[in-house]
């Protein structure tokens, strides 16, 4: 489902004007700007290092996660 969507998506917008081109680029930048403000700095090193820790540690659990796979596969 998710690839079929992203398929009709890249078809539209390779038949984007290049204005419109350019104007798509400006929104997802500025979503992807307002999604990192979201998230305090914090928590993001707090999560960079707990994955770091398990990363060396393999046989650790995340809290927040079953294991680095699941945060991979929820968070590409």
Same mark, same amino acid.
């Given at each position: =489902? =998710?690839?079929? /969507?992203?398929?009709?998506?890249?078809?539209?917008?390779? &038949?984007? /004007? @290049?204005?419109?081109?350019? /104007?798509?680029?400006?929104?997802?930048?500025?979503?992807?700007? !307002? &999604?990192?403000? *979201?998230? @305090? !700095? %914090?928590?993001? +090193?707090?999560?960079? #290092?707990?994955? !770091?820790?398990? !990363?060396?540690? @393999?046989? /650790?659990?995340? +809290? %927040? #996660?079953? &294991?680095? *796979?699941?945060?991979?596969? &929820?968070?590409?």
């Amino acid at each position: =489902m =998710m690839n079929a /969507t992203a398929k009709i998506l890249v078809h539209k917008i390779e &038949n984007f /004007t @290049p204005e419109l081109l350019e /104007t798509l680029a400006k929104v997802v930048e500025n979503l992807e700007i !307002q &999604n990192r403000l *979201s998230v @305090p !700095q %914090f928590q993001i +090193d707090e999560v960079l #290092y707990r994955i !770091q820790f398990h !990363q060396e540690n @393999p046989k /650790t659990k995340l +809290d %927040f #996660y079953e &294991n680095i *796979s699941d945060l991979k596969m &929820n968070c590409a």
